[in-house]
């Protein structure tokens, strides 16, 4: 039996605590972190202007509503933008992989309806984001949605 002197002991010690650091600060570096937008530092400065927005989209009688069909997600906008020339921007935006965004200009048929295509969006959950523009109002909702 071969005896260990303390000296040793410590050498060990301290030689597994480094082994042990070294190896966390590797994973950290190689850890991926994604922000919710590469300018977010920018949109924050204008966040007011979303608060603004989300006030104009809460006083409207009607709501955005939407329906997920087996290709496509159907959105309605309300029957007050009929007459009324809309345009604006729909980001998907996953939380869990930016890679997997998917942003797409609003165009709605006569009866303000717009299709989106499922085949353009992963399965999984997402923060649907409608920013639009009607009658000189700027209007902007977020809504949590489930694509199966």
Known sequence: MVKIGWGTKITILYVSFALLIGTMV???VNQKIDLVS???YQKEL???TKINEAKNADALSEKISHTITEKNLELLFPNVFTDKK????????????????????IELNGSVQQSI???NLSKGM???QIGWEAGGTSY???????IP
């Open 46 to 48: 204008v966040f007011q």
């Open 86 to 105: 809309v345009s604006g921007e729909i980001l998907f935006f996953r939380p869990s992989d930016a890679s997997k965004d998917y942003k797409t200009n």
């Open 140 to 146: 902007f909702i977020e809504e949590t949605i489930v």
């Open 26 to 28: 590797a994973m950290c």
């Open 126 to 128: 997402y923060k649907m």
């Open 38 to 40: 590469p300018d977010y």
């Open 117 to 119: 295509a499922l085949n």
